[in-house]
Every structure is written in C-alpha cells, then in structure tokens.
C-alpha cells in the first residue's frame, strides 16, 4: 500500500476485517466434538449446578456400526441419544448386533404403521415427525424391537420425555442425521446390522498441541517481527532503495477513538450477523480471502525480494494500479497470493485438508495485522484488551437471557445457526481436526477451533512490550515475560475446556495473564510510568555538533577548501538532531557519525 488510494482502502478493509474477526468467532476456542454434546444449555449459576448439568448431558453423543451380515467392516455414523431412555455399551464389541428394519417410509405413530409381525429382535428406522419420541418408541418395544432409530432432517436433539414414561420404556432410541440415512441406503445392502455404543471420549485432543503451537508462535514471531521492524525502520530511513518497501513500512497507530469505534462496529457486527447470518456469511468469506491473501503477500515479500532474478519492471503503462511499473516478482507473488486464497474459497468445505489452507491464510493475516496495528503505549493496550474483555464476557454470559433459545449470540454466530440455509461457517478462526481414535470424532464437525481475536488481541500488547524493550535497550524482558503469560493463558483456557466441557471464551484468561504479567514487570523494574504512557523509550541526550576538524591533522594547502564540506555536513546533522525529538536519535546513528569523524 504504497499510494495513498491504496493505504486508505487498506486501513478500511483493515477496521472492517478486524471488527469481523474479534466480532464473530474471536475469543472462542472451541471443541466441535464437544460443543454440541451439550445441547441447548445455560450458563450456570454455580459451580455445583455447571457440574450437575455436564454430569447430566455425558455421552448423549453415541455412534452407530452399520455393517453387511456376510462382511466383518463396516462404518460408523454418529446418533444422538438420551440415556434416559437406556443406555447404551461402551464398547462396540459388548453391543448387540441386530438386523435394521428399514421403515422410512413411515413415522410410526400409530398401529397401521407396524407391518405385520412387528419387529421382533430387530431395530427398526423410521422417520421423525407426526408425534412424539414415546409414541414411536412405545410401539416399536410393544412390537418386538430391541431399539428404535429415528431419521431427522433436521438438528439432533436428544429425544425427551418424562419420568413416568423413562420408566416404561427400556429399548434405547437415538436420532440419526438425514444425510447419514442416504449413506446407508447407498452403501449397505438389504441385510445391514446395526449395533449401537457409546464410547467414552478423551478429556482433550492431541490437536490442542498443534493450535497451542500455532497461537503461541503466531504471537511471538508477529510480536517479534514488529517490534524489530518498528526498531529498523528509525535508524534506516536514509537507506531506501526500492520503494516497494514502503509498504512495509505502513502501521496504523490505534487512538482511543478508534478503540471504541471498534468496539461499536464488534457489538454492530455480531448481532447482524446473528439475524442476517445468511445474508452476511458469504460477504465475510470474500472479506478473508482478500484480507488473508494481503497478509499473505505481506508475509512473503520479505522472502521474495531477496531472490536474484525477476527484478526487472514492467513497461511503461497508464493502467491502474500499474502505472508505477511494479516488478515482475510482485507481479507474480500476487498472483500466487490470491490464487492459495481463491483455492481455499472454492474448496472450502473439503474437511480432510482445507483446514490446512486456512490455518496458513489466516496465521499470515495475523502476522500483518501484528505488523502493520500499533498500540502506542499501554495505557491504550489495557483500554482495548478491558473493553473486549467485557464485550466478550456480555456476548457470552449475558446474552442467554435475552435468547429465545437460550443460548448466547456469540456461539449462535460462532457455530453456525441451526436454520441456516447455507450452513456456511465464519472463516476466522484456526482450526485442526480431531486426532484421537474415538468414532466420535465424526460426530458433527470435528474440529477444535482458536478465533484470530484470541491471536491478535494479547498479541498487540506482546508486540507493544518488545518494541518497549528494544528501545529502551533492556534484554527483552517485557516481550519474554508477556509470551510466556500468553502461553500460560491458553493453557489455562484448555483446563477450563476440560473441566467445563463447553466451548471457552479464551480472553477470559488470556488478558488477566497477559495484562497482570506486564504490569507486574513493569513495577519490578520501577518503569511503570514509562510504560504506562510510552515515553522515556530513549533517555533525553541531545547531542553537541561533533567538529570533525578537531583531530584532523594539520593541512597546508587549502584548508578552507577541503574542510567545508565536512563542516557543512556536520553542521546539517547537527540541525537534523534539533529538528527531532530525542526518541527518533537512535544510537546506532550516533555511532555511524562518530565513525566518520574518525
């Protein structure tokens, strides 16, 4: 964004996105495989009733084996049931296998729906509707059948009923997807067995690894990366020598202003998107692969301008955009830019390895957010990380209470509504499938999710901390310290997802640890009001004008002639230093001035 057309369309992609990001999925970590085992689920009151409730609602997810009767394989598909009814083995090898009855045809809601025999030692599958889960399950165990599978088109649902009727009934009943039906029609022939189990599912994934990777060496390199950028750029300005590098060089100074206008555009965001989901979803999309691909070229270019070939421009043109005669490797790397993105775009749904794509588009869009956002001092970091902090605790603890469904807009938005037509989902997160061996991993979309807020916000304050370090010139403590919290932090976010079995809003433990551990360093150092407001970056040392004729050695012959461009040049610098303030006087330009005179 070298021009000013581009850097005003890139900083209103830049607000716009970044309100998108922490606004949908921001600050959710979020276990697929767990999620939706709740059902619809309010936020409890106390720990004793969170515990009563999660004890309540374990293992409603189970799994059916469908198998040939003359083949040994098969396949697994998930159900949801409710162990109210019965409950269901833990082991596939301790469950009954049984002949399906194929009654799709029928709901089962009355006697002329049971053909002439009944079921016996059989499971019968019917369609949902017409009546309710006791009426359908009542006849099948009148009639002989040892289960009942009920086929919905719409969301699983645990099938309820009351005591009385719990009581009475002692075959399981479970509901099975629409889609999964069609699979088995397809792939099993007429003589399929079914066996039903619930499997116990592991405490946490092997994938939370990988996103702790991810997130932390997002936040340190991002962090890292910026804060020695901002540091070269100060001592470098004279050293330019292709103006393709400016457009590294650009950064957004974030104002309180603009801290809460963000918060506005988030809260504005969220709750259209929660009415307009399907409306938005794709315009969201479209926004990440243009975000994402920028990010991407931003995170590239470094790389790319160090190779020796494809330096040569382009000729002379009045096209947009062109008329500046990029080079052909910008060109090029642009074109592959945008090509990763559109690629994820068409391929979006493929599970099995557009995960992969996404997770790379969106650790380089989090990357040049972290290099081109700046908090400026961190008076203006603990406003923004506080504020999201409350936004998110509202959007997810307080906003049940105004749902009709109970649930909150934050994980209405962030999983996808139910009656969503396109049942897109929300593109800003980092994700990683499932790696344990439990075949409830196919249940839903298995898949652990990290939102990009969660990466950029505490890592506005890491970068903030490592540009404090470098210009002060301590040996990094601020920027170590602050990495580690963040780390801390999200480890923390995954024992609370352990022990709560619910989706986690990660700034809820991320800012107190970021935040306390900053300000803890900060006092131990005795720099708290240098830290606080940003200044004292460099102690305030102007320097006197350096003669260089002082140790020159004695001339003869015109003197005056060939001392005057070195007075004059000394006499330049001298003015240049008064002209800025003592934060932009680096030291290694300090040096460099002495080096000459010497």
């Not at 070298?2 to 949908?24: D, T, Y």
């Not at 439990?438 to 903030?464: H, I, K, M, Q, T």
Request: hydrophobic share 45%; proline share 6%.
């Amino acid at each position: 964004m070298g021009n000013p057309c581009c850097e005003e369309m890139g900083v209103s992609i830049l607000n716009s996105w970044w309100g998108l990001v922490c606004g949908a999925r921001d600050k959710r970590l979020v276990d697929r495989g767990n999620n939706n085992k709740l059902g619809i689920m309010r936020v409890p009151e106390t720990l004793v009733w969170a515990a009563f409730l999660i004890q309540k609602v374990v293992g409603e997810y189970g799994m059916a084996h469908f198998s040939d009767m003359d083949k040994g394989k098969g396949k697994d598909y998930c159900i949801f049931f409710n162990s109210q009814w019965a409950r269901l083995p833990q082991d596939l090898n301790k469950a009954s296998r049984l002949q399906i009855y194929d009654l799709t045809t029928s709901v089962l809601c009355s006697a002329s729906d049971v053909p002439e025999g009944g079921f016996p030692n059989r499971i019968p599958m019917v369609m949902r509707g017409n009546c309710t889960f006791y009426e359908k399950v009542r006849l099948a165990q009148i009639n002989g059948a040892k289960g009942l599978l009920i086929v919905s088109k719409d969301r699983l649902t645990p099938p309820a009923g009351n005591k009385t009727q719990y009581e009475e009934i002692d075959i399981p009943v479970a509901l099975l997807s629409y889609s999964d039906m069609l699979d088995i029609s397809k792939t099993f022939g007429k003589g399929r067995l079914v066996a039903m189990y619930a499997p116990n599912e592991p405490v946490l994934d092997y994938n939370m690894v990988i996103i702790f990777l991810m997130a932390v060496g997002t936040v340190a390199v991002g962090g890292y990366w910026a804060g020695s950028r901002d540091s070269k750029k100060r001592y470098m300005k004279h050293k330019r020598d292709d103006g393709a590098e400016k457009q590294d060089e650009e950064i957004v100074d974030v104002t309180p202003i603009m801290i809460c206008v963000f918060v506005v555009m988030c809260c504005s965001m969220l709750v259209l998107l929660y009415f307009f989901y399907d409306y938005l979803a794709i315009w969201v999309i479209a926004i990440f692969c243009v975000a994402s691909s920028v990010g991407l070229y931003s995170c590239l270019w470094p790389f790319v301008r160090r190779l020796p070939f494809c330096k040569c421009r382009i000729p002379e043109n009045n096209l947009p955009y062109l008329h500046k005669r990029p080079q052909i490797r910008m060109l090029l790397l642009s074109a592959l830019c945008i090509g990763v993105s559109i690629t994820w775009m068409v391929f979006r749904n493929e599970d099995q390895w557009a995960w992969v794509l996404q997770d790379a588009l969106g650790i380089a869009f989090c990357l040049y957010m972290l290099k081109t956002v700046r908090l400026p001092t961190f008076k203006a970091c603990t406003l923004l990380l506080v504020v999201l902090f409350v936004y998110d605790v509202f959007f997810v603890f307080i906003t049940p209470l105004f749902t009709k469904s109970g649930e909150s807009i934050m994980v209405e938005v962030a999983a996808g509504p139910s009656d969503s037509s396109h049942h897109e989902k929300l593109p800003m997160v980092l994700k990683v499938p499932r790696l344990n061996s439990s075949p409830l991993a196919l249940c839903d979309r298995p898949f652990s999710l990290l939102g990009f807020g969660d990466v950029l916000v505490p890592g506005l304050l890491v970068v903030y901390c490592h540009r404090f370090d470098i210009l002060t010139q301590t040996s990094r403590i601020y920027f170590v310290a602050c990495t580690i919290a963040y780390g801390i932090g999200l480890l923390i976010t995954f024992v609370a997802l352990a022990m709560m079995q619910m989706g986690q809003p990660a700034l809820l433990y991320l800012v107190p640890c970021t935040l306390l551990t900053s300000l803890t360093v900060a006092l131990w150092r005795r720099e708290l009001t240098q830290f606080w407001t940003g200044s004292g970056f460099v102690p305030a040392i102007v320097l006197a004008p350096i003669n260089c004729t002082q140790t020159a050695a004695p001339q003869t012959e015109g003197p005056s002639t060939k001392l005057e461009p070195q007075t004059t040049e000394a006499t330049n610098q001298s003015e240049d230093s008064r002209q800025r303030s003592p934060q932009e006087i680096p030291l290694a330009e300090k040096e460099e001035e002495e080096n000459k005179c010497n």
